[in-house]
């Protein structure tokens, strides 16, 4: 109560900011308009054609544009108006100035034509944050939007006025997105996840409230809204990880199905969480391995089982959840969301299973150019880690010609790291092409390329060193100065065998003008003087007379070049010395100067600096450490794979870093779902019936008198399938959560993938119970009874029992129900003694299936009390601030009837002559579906006209995708003549689009169809005129 | 996420703009400019550049720039496919991607930019939505809005966002309906001097066009699924069916589009159709060249080769060529070095040669490499790899469908090395 009144109060805050806004807004319309016109007076003078982009050009031309233009739009033709908005849409395109238009633009914003309308959106989404004040006079058409009875209307509504960046409306936008949050419109629920975000970077203030909203969108079970709520999530509090437990599940199951967009988006937010929550999958020691593990673990559920037995370590059923739903999503065909899957695979992936990635990774690669670039900077980075993986696609990194420069170098970047002893020479055969290349900064790359093998793989140091001591005579300059230093490094490492190259380049150095180059022979010299102690003071000499036309890098070299020379042969070299030393000292560039001071004080003696000088020696000629030749991409897995960050090898703001695991694992029950959420008791109802009946929390009044005969009624006819109904329920409740996900549709039947996706369901049985929850309210009709009455039964009678077993079996651990679901069969009384005892390790579970069970014992229903509801997840403030909602208040006297009128025409669903003697018809019975709240219960009688029986009729493949059927159990064989009734839960998704499924027997299979007829889709409700007028 | 978009073209003007957030100000831009000036090929920008404020994040396509401002982290695959989804949809829209035509259907353009994204974050991407809110124009529909002042947006309320199918509009009607698909192979070689295979593989793509009434479920299987190693999908695709049974089991969107990419098993050898025998030699003494080229078939399964075309990149140092070929055409660009030899169809019995001479640039050194040759050919009712498409079944709806399976095989980046 509290919450409503502070509620309301807000909402007349607002409405009275927004009434002075206005009123301000008008006058400042009046003076502005005087303003514009003494302005225009001043510019029109000026006649320019085009807007330079000199400023005052530019607004001549636009005022004078604008003249025309804003008379079009004060125009009374549509056309004219049309028109002229499609020229200022233009203006905008080209980045110019339209803004002074405002007041005449903003004045069609409640235009009946639609494009105009949309025209006027686009201009206020732009220029509002400029004209604030002119732009609140659009605001209160939103708010009449934002009531309208079309979903797409409201959901435009709410998106321009979200996207309208001017902080006085803030308020206005909250309650917006707050009643947006709770529509029935899954597609205005998505729109108002956006708004968050708008919202967000318009006013920071407002995050408690918005983490509230996103809490509640986290529920969703559309997977319209999924991607788009987590993408909030990211924006507004990526680190409330709490949030995402109990939706973990949910998101794992949904992903498949949520648009590839939001996909991504989800995969790096579960990414992140996964790192939190799980315990790491790696092996301590990196040698346990690759190859033994993955002979033994062929299955996935086998290798949890193995891996208990083997190791401490055993992984958490939801991190394989996590890991299973993505593995499809490699086959994607955006490039964006196999990336992201790659990544978590990487991140979250036992090293063993990290490779499935490769071959998706290496598809990639036949994409455009910037994906390229991306997808290999990725692999660059990986390849450093786990060679192995890449090997075997290899020659996918073969450079063509027509490469781009970056493309070019990053693979060979991959080629060298992949480089081993085995492929080494077939690497480096290939590189003797590129080396050769006409793209001379490619060649340079490939010479470094070799420089790294050639120390990586000391077999072909040698091979590497020659080949490069023959491009020393190449005709290129680029070419021979990289591999000079290339060579440099190489000597480095293996100084003493190579007297001979060095004399070879300092022949060559007179030739080599690339100052890296020539230091780099200048240093090598000096280095190893006393292994060519004939040479060494030659070149000392050529260089002090060129000295002053050297780069300073050059210089450097050639002051070390002579402080080494002096100390191991001064004799021949100290007038030299001193002669550079003195050129150095009066250099332009002072760290010439310096080094020279340095080195002379260092070298020459003399009174002072005794000290120094006696350890020259052994300061100039030191044995140096070679240097390491390593990848640019060696510390690029400190960011996350498929970032920005990655990308450009710095942290990007809003980066958010990957946490290592954590040593133990927090508490796995946090994601267990144990409240039904009273959020589905908000949701109001999609479709046809939706305005007429948005639910609340009313139960009580709800199923008082009428829900009570409609249970009668369908125990007399569900009667003579309740037996099949509650057998089947546990698989009912699987598909549940399945069914939505197209790709396992079938997955009932197919038994090689029962087995897998029987744990996962048994996993989201919860969530698909309360999606059934969900279901309930968005749909019409028929359904509403049932549920509570299970409810009811579990709160009343069964209340305790559940609770019994709950605590009872509370020490099982998980481990058990991970195992368990190896043994799931498709045997009824099996699987369902099964499915019980499982869930009871999660108390959620065990709670809905009971309910299930229960629904079809009792007699008699009372309703659930409301206040079990409220006692939820969500905050009271949130619980208050809905109430005060405007549709709440009419929800309480909805009543719900029983039909009056059930037909007893039946239809034809299969003739006897297309079925081969199998003939079906159906009828609507008019009543709640049993099985799933959004079902409509459609019951089929089916014939057997043969003279043999017929045996295991089943539902087989379905239509559209989605479609989701409760099928009537297997009949094992129907006699000639005989026939038999079955009850299937079919969910229209409120629309009369037909259902296509298929009816099999053993031999055949006939593909059926039902299209119902609208009423049956409808619920039937006793409501009064004056609640009447108030939904509508 | 993505905060705005520029269109810029190879002269560096900025000829479009969208702001999704706040409006970043054109000179962002200059970072990106400065970045292309340094670069030779506007294909060598690279795709992502660091600024003190802002990431750009830029695709060069169809001779256009599209180029996204971010300002906080994003995975930047996902704005790159973003920006081919945008070209895509000019390409879809207006039948190509090009400044004109992007400058002739401005307002659309800009229009169709603000449904594809809300806030930076992609909300309608999928064609036929798009087409459903904004229509495609057309010659008689532009007749007929300047006549009567009706408008390409629709006016119906769509509901293509918000179907479980979303590629999907609903109530689609043809009279004739028809399914067809092109299976595509391209081959990915490289060649080198001797004529030996360094590296070749075959990538397919399954295009479809499929003009059904109604809610048809397609289902497409292969005589010889096992060929593929490596799919992708359109999310119309069930992916649980095709692991379990290797069929191809959707509900098509309306029109044209690419089913699923492939790629072949790489144990499978791959035939190459072409030879290709060349010597280009330059004297050392003079400054002269010979280059002579010839293509002949070497394994098509019987099929003739068409559409052949030799391109050479030719050194910078060369000054001048003259050549005469036996058959078909060649086209020098003296400016980019560029060498193109349109052949055409293959006659086994006269090979096609191209020989003469190349002069070089007085006083330049001889090139030390030699240009590679790149490949371009097409055989038609051939997939090179052996796919074959057994059969298409349609459920869900009544009437019989036409329906047909187009086979071509083309080169992909093949390379011959010299």
Redo the contacts between chains.
Sequence with gaps: MNGHRGFSVLRSEAAGAVRTALVSAENLQLTLKTELSQEEQHLTPHTHTNGGPDETHTKGYCTEVNEDLKEMLESNK??LK?EAM?RV??L????KNASELFPAVVKNVASK???LK??VY?YLV?YA?EQQDLALLSISTFQRALKDP???IRASAL?VL??I?VPIIVPIMMLAIKEAASDM???VRK?SA?AI??LY?LDQDQKELLIEVIEKLLKDKS??VAG?VV?AFEEVCPDRIDLIHKNYRKLCNLL??V???GQ?VII?MLTRYARTQFTSPWKEDGVFDEHNERAFYESDEEKTRDETEAKPYMMDPDHRLLLRNTK?LL??????V???VAQLYWHLAPKNEVSIVT??L??LL?S????Q???LQNIATMSIQRKGMFEPYM??F?V???D???IKSLKLEILTSLANEANISTILR?FQ?YV???DKQFAAGTIQAIGRCATNISEVTDTCLNGLVLLLS???ETVVAESVVVIRKLLQIQPTQHSDIIKHMAKLFDNITVPMARASILWLMGEYCERVPKIAPDVLRKMAKSFTSEEDIVKLQIVNLAAKLYLTNSKQTKLLTQYILNLGKYDQNYDIRDRTRFIRQLIVPNDKNGALSKYAHRILLAPKPAPVLESAYKDRDRYQL????H??N?K?????ELSDWPAVAPDQSVRNVEVIEPVKEWAPSLGKTGKSKPAKSSDDKFYSDSGEEEEEEEKGSGSSSSEDGSSSSSSSEESGSDA?S??????SQ?S??SDKSSSQSEKSSSESDSEKKERKTKTPLQKKTVKPTAKDGDSDENGNVAKEANSSSAGESSSDSESDSDTHTDSDSGTEHKKKTKSKAKPKVEVKSKKEVSLLDLGDFTPAPVTQHKSSVLSPSLLGDLEGLSLSNVSSTIQLSGPAFVPEKSHDLLHRMTGKGLSAQYQFPRQPCLYQPTMVSVQISLTNTTDHPLEQIHIG?R????LNIHCFNTIECLEPEASVTVFIGIDF?DST?AA?F?LCTKEDHF?V?IQPAIGELLLPITMTELDFRKVR | MINSLFLINPSGEMFLEKHWKSVVSRSVCDYFLEAKEKALEPEDVPPVIHTPHHYLISIYRDKLFFLSVIQTEVPPLFVIEFLHRVAEMIQDYFGECSETVVKDHMVMVYELLEEMLDNGFPLATESNVLKEMIRPPTILRSVVNTLTGTSNVGDTLLTGQLSTIPWRRAGVRYTNNEAYFDVVEEIDAILDQSGTTVFAEIQGVVEACVKLSGMPDLTLSFMNPRLLDDVSFHPCVRYKLWESERVLSFIPPDGNFTLMTYHVNAQNLVAIPVYVKQSISFFECGSDGRLDVTVGPKQTMGKTVEGVMVTVHLPKTILSINLTATQGSYTYDNGTKLLVWDIGKLNPQKLPNLRGSLSLQAGAPKPEENPSLNIDLKIQQLAISGLKVNRLDMFGEKYKPFKGVKYITKAGKFQVRT
């Design positions: 549509e056309s049309l499609k849409v233009g905008i395109a080209k980045g034509n639609i494009e949309k025209l686009v732009r944050e079309n979903q797409l998106r979200s996207s960046r419109s899954p597609y729109t956006h975000q708008k970077s997977t319209l788009s993408m498949v199905d648009e590839e967009w991504v790096s499809p086959q994607s065909r955006n490039t964006a196999v990336m992201s071959k998706s290496v598809r036949r455009h150019r910037e994906v670039y991306i997808v020659k996918s073969y063509r010609s027509t781009a420069t970056h290939e092409t050769k290349s006409q190449n005709r290129d498929g970032t920005l960050s990308t450009i710095t990007a703001s809003g980066y958010l939505e197209h790709v396992q549709k079938n997955s197919s090689e993938e493949d239509s559209p995708t989605g998704n689009q296509n298929q593909s169809s």
